[in-house]
């Protein structure tokens, strides 16, 4: 079986990250850039998925700008076969309506326009929208199955587990089909020195707009539908409130958690 | 500079070191220092990553990597956790013999086991009467057909208990350094027993035994090299050997640098952070000179490791110069934090006990000043 994986690079959620004041996008200058955290759990599946059934190829896509490549050399150290990487500077700016469009012909191109499983993490750690799974799935016509904690591959079907706040859905779909995984769904694996090795000898392509057969007017800021306005940084946090124990410290505090609705 | 390869092993290392290690540290030395605890499973983790095989050859199943890298990323480990940087270290001084004196067969028995990380050495040179004066060791080898039988005493051992082999270093004949010889002996050989883990200063995670040999048979294929060149082996070995000890100083002095001068940007007093006060800045200034020239010293011997050229007395001075460093910094970091710095509730205190057998182990820093002495002299 060949899977897609498609991943993104952001900046490292353990840094200060911030937006550039001259068209609010993120500022990837002052942070360095990594494969989303959530989206290695969809390489480590992707790649149990092809060892445990003893063939097929991952392909992990990523839609960015140069220093993207890092995202797609990741993947491929940990294990991916081949990456696909969509780089061209229209795309600066673009919004989820049109990354799933890019992503979705890339997905077309990349897999002669029959693709047998997609899959993806359930949200980026920058934008966390977590939309574009199912834009691509409708895009690409495909079963969107998302949020899986539990993902097997049937002769025909992909099986997963749902965990919602109350109850666990078991949700079957045909293949070919689009599955966003959570970060319940595995441990991924470290890439190893062979790894780190081997990725160096694997094939990647870059393709830009023109090779997928679209306008760049269909893509970047331009064509958002949405758009940030503006942004602040987060407040420090406020100092807490002291309750000093004057003989009803626990009323008081009582008092504090009930208004909190911690009680 | 390392290239593109080393620089991406080094950045694994650190995703390892702060996924894995990091988040372990504290309380896997703080259970060793009472009871037994041994971070096998960390040692499986960078065994699997490949990082316990770094500078042996690719034939041999090791990465080939030039020493200038394996020594880095026994820093970033040190950095993150002392006791398993000197238990890298230690792992490599065990293959060492195998990798470097070692028949083509022996070779290939026994390294694949050593350099993946299934299987973890131990050490077996220093004797209770028998610690730097190698030559006056009393543990022997008695050769009794294809066998040898092994008797005697071995102090100081890490590792003892845990590992999958023991390199030991035995008499085979009376002719004082030169009746030593180095023998595999596996875990499992009948007569082998070990003593109590001592109760140390520090780096608890790194047990440490007295290792009892009570006529122990081990074949005469598991001897490396010839009868009579042990003590070329280990001196040998101990020149590599301290390199790792010098990066693993380094790597726990830039850790204890990295915790001050964190602190010095939190703590407030007197209205703003102390770093901002010259008396502390300076003191951060004089460790960061500590650090970077320790780093130096060790480059610069694996360097000439690396190109094929004799290193043995940048080794001593690497050795002495990063362990050296290590104190001074490791003390001056627990300054930096003042009292927060002598409780159990920072690591500084932990690291300051940790630099101090740097000093010691792997030839005291006597030891060091002797062997450099004697190149001067040459």
């Given at each position: 079986?060949?899977?897609?994986?498609c991943?993104?690079?952001?900046?490292?959620s353990?840094?200060?990250?911030t937006?550039?004041?001259?068209?609010?996008?993120?500022?990837?200058e002052?942070?360095?850039?990594?494969l989303?955290?959530?989206?290695?759990?969809?390489?480590e599946?992707?790649?149990?998925?092809v060892?445990?059934r003893?063939?097929?190829?991952?392909?992990?896509?990523?839609?960015?700008?140069a220093a993207?490549?890092d995202?797609?050399?990741?993947a491929?150290?940990?294990?991916?076969?081949?990456?696909?990487?969509?780089?061209?500077?229209?795309?600066h700016?673009?919004?989820?309506?049109?990354?799933?469009?890019?992503?979705?012909?890339?997905?077309?191109?990349?897999t002669?326009?029959?693709?047998?499983?997609?899959l993806?993490?359930?949200a980026s750690?920058?934008?966390?929208?977590?939309?574009?799974?199912?834009?691509?799935a409708?895009?690409?016509?495909?079963?969107?199955v998302t949020?899986?904690?539990?993902?097997?591959?049937?002769?025909?079907?992909?099986?997963?587990?749902?965990?919602?706040?109350?109850a666990?859905?078991?949700?079957?779909?045909?293949?070919?089909?689009?599955?966003?995984?959570?970060?319940?769904?595995?441990?991924?694996?470290?890439?190893?020195?062979?790894?780190?090795?081997?990725?160096?000898?694997?094939?990647?392509?870059?393709?830009?707009?023109?090779?997928?057969?679209?306008?760049?007017?269909?893509?970047?800021?331009?064509?958002?539908?949405?758009?940030?306005?503006?942004?602040?940084?987060?407040?420090?946090?406020?100092?807490?409130?002291?309750?000093?124990?004057?003989g009803?410290?626990?009323?008081?505090l009582a008092?504090?958690?009930?208004?909190?609705?911690f009680? | 500079?390392?290239?593109?390869?080393?620089?991406?092993?080094?950045?694994l290392?650190?995703?390892?070191?702060?996924?894995?290690?990091?988040?372990?540290?504290?309380?896997?030395?703080r259970?060793?220092?009472t009871?037994?605890?041994f971070?096998?499973?960390?040692?499986?983790?960078?065994g699997?990553?490949?990082?316990?095989?770094?500078p042996?050859p690719?034939?041999?199943?090791?990465?080939?990597?030039?020493?200038?890298?394996?020594?880095?990323?026994v820093?970033?480990?040190?950095?993150?956790?002392?006791s398993?940087?000197?238990?890298?270290?230690v792992?490599?001084?065990?293959?060492?013999?195998v990798?470097?004196?070692?028949?083509?067969?022996?070779?290939?028995?026994?390294?694949?086991?050593?350099?993946?990380g299934d299987q973890?050495?131990?050490?077996?040179?220093?004797?209770?009467?028998?610690?730097?004066?190698?030559?006056?060791?009393?543990?022997?080898?008695?050769?009794d057909?294809?066998?040898?039988?092994?008797?005697?005493?071995k102090?100081?051992?890490?590792?003892?208990g845990?590992?999958?082999y023991?390199?030991?270093?035995?008499?085979?004949?009376?002719?004082?350094g030169?009746?030593?010889?180095?023998?595999?002996?596996?875990?499992?050989a009948?007569?082998?027993?070990?003593?109590?883990?001592?109760?140390?200063?520090?780096l608890h995670?790194?047990?440490?035994?007295?290792?009892?040999?009570?006529?122990?048979?081990?074949?005469?294929?598991?001897?490396?090299?010839?009868?009579?060149?042990?003590m070329?082996?280990?001196?040998?070995?101990?020149?590599?050997?301290?390199?790792?000890?010098?990066?693993?100083?380094?790597?726990?002095?830039?850790?204890?640098?990295?915790l001050?001068?964190?602190?010095?940007?939190e703590?407030?007093?007197?209205?703003?952070?102390i770093?901002?006060f010259?008396?502390?800045?300076?003191l951060?200034a004089?460790?960061?000179?500590?650090?970077?020239?320790?780093r130096?010293t060790?480059?610069?011997?694996?360097?000439?490791?690396?190109?094929?050229?004799?290193f043995?007395?940048?080794?001593?001075?690497a050795k002495?110069v990063?362990?050296?460093?290590?104190?001074k910094?490791?003390?001056?970091a627990v300054?930096?934090?003042?009292?927060?710095?002598?409780?159990?509730?920072?690591?500084a205190?932990?690291?300051?006990r940790?630099?101090k057998?740097?000093?010691?182990?792997e030839?005291?820093?006597?030891i060091?000043r002797?062997?450099?002495?004697?190149?001067?002299?040459?």
């Amino acid at each position: 079986m060949n899977i897609v994986v498609c991943v993104k690079y952001v900046p490292d959620s353990q840094s200060e990250r911030t937006f550039q004041e001259s068209d609010n996008t993120v500022d990837r200058e002052a942070t360095d850039g990594l494969l989303s955290e959530l989206d290695e759990y969809a390489v480590e599946e992707a790649l149990k998925i092809v060892e445990a059934r003893g063939g097929g190829e991952v392909t992990v896509l990523t839609v960015g700008p140069a220093a993207a490549a890092d995202a797609i050399k990741k993947a491929l150290q940990m294990g991916a076969h081949r990456g696909v990487h969509v780089q061209d500077d229209a795309i600066h700016g673009s919004d989820a309506v049109a990354t799933s469009l890019v992503l979705a012909e890339a997905v077309k191109k990349a897999t002669d326009g029959s693709p047998e499983l997609v899959l993806t993490g359930m949200a980026s750690t920058d934008g966390t929208m977590g939309v574009v799974p199912a834009m691509m799935a409708e895009r690409l016509g495909l079963p969107q199955v998302t949020y899986a904690s539990e993902l097997t591959v049937g002769d025909g079907t992909v099986t997963i587990r749902r965990d919602g706040d109350t109850a666990s859905e078991t949700v079957e779909a045909s293949l070919p089909a689009l599955v966003s995984v959570t970060d319940q769904i595995n441990e991924p694996r470290y890439p190893s020195f062979k790894g780190i090795m081997a990725a160096k000898k694997k094939p990647v392509d870059t393709w830009s707009l023109a090779d997928l057969g679209l306008e760049a007017s269909q893509v970047g800021l331009d064509a958002a539908w949405t758009t940030v306005v503006t942004f602040a940084q987060r407040p420090p946090r406020a100092q807490g409130q002291i309750v000093t124990d004057e003989g009803e410290g626990g009323a008081k505090l009582a008092e504090f958690l009930s208004a909190q609705k911690f009680l | 500079m390392p290239s593109d390869e080393g620089q991406d092993l080094i950045d694994l290392t650190r995703e390892i070191c702060a996924k894995e290690l990091r988040p372990k540290v504290d309380e896997a030395e703080r259970a060793a220092a009472t009871g037994e605890s041994f971070p096998t499973e960390v040692f499986r983790a960078l065994g699997a990553a490949g990082l316990l095989s770094l500078p042996q050859p690719e034939e041999h199943g090791g990465y080939g990597q030039p020493y200038e890298v394996y020594l880095q990323v026994v820093e970033e480990i040190a950095s993150a956790w002392m006791s398993v940087a000197v238990g890298v270290s230690v792992h490599s001084l065990t293959a060492y013999p195998v990798a470097t004196f070692g028949t083509p067969e022996q070779q290939a028995a026994l390294l694949p086991g050593m350099l993946s990380g299934d299987q973890l050495g131990a050490y077996c040179l220093s004797e209770p009467l028998a610690g730097s004066d190698i030559a006056s060791m009393t543990t022997r080898a008695t050769r009794d057909g294809d066998q040898y039988v092994i008797r005697g005493r071995k102090a100081w051992i890490s590792h003892a208990g845990h590992a999958d082999y023991y390199t030991t270093f035995a008499r085979t004949s009376d002719d004082g350094g030169k009746g030593l010889s180095c023998l595999v002996v596996p875990a499992d050989a009948e007569g082998l027993s070990f003593g109590a883990p001592e109760r140390k200063m520090g780096l608890h995670c790194d047990t440490v035994r007295e290792v009892m040999f009570d006529d122990v048979r081990v074949d005469a294929g598991r001897r490396i090299g010839d009868e009579g060149q042990g003590m070329a082996i280990a001196l040998s070995a101990l020149d590599a050997g301290r390199l790792g000890i010098a990066a693993a100083a380094t790597g726990l002095a830039q850790g204890a640098l990295d915790l001050a001068a964190g602190y010095a940007t939190e703590r407030r007093q007197f209205g703003r952070a102390i770093g901002e006060f010259q008396g502390l800045q300076f003191l951060l200034a004089d460790m960061e000179a500590a650090v970077t020239s320790a780093r130096a010293t060790y480059l610069h011997a694996a360097r000439l490791k690396d190109a094929g050229r004799a290193f043995s007395k940048e080794a001593a001075v690497a050795k002495l110069v990063a362990t050296d460093a290590a104190m001074k910094v490791t003390t001056d970091a627990v300054q930096a934090l003042g009292g927060a710095g002598y409780t159990q509730d920072f690591p500084a205190e932990r690291f300051l006990r940790e630099a101090k057998i740097t000093q010691i182990f792997e030839g005291t820093n006597q030891i060091q000043r002797m062997v450099i002495g004697r190149h001067v002299l040459r």
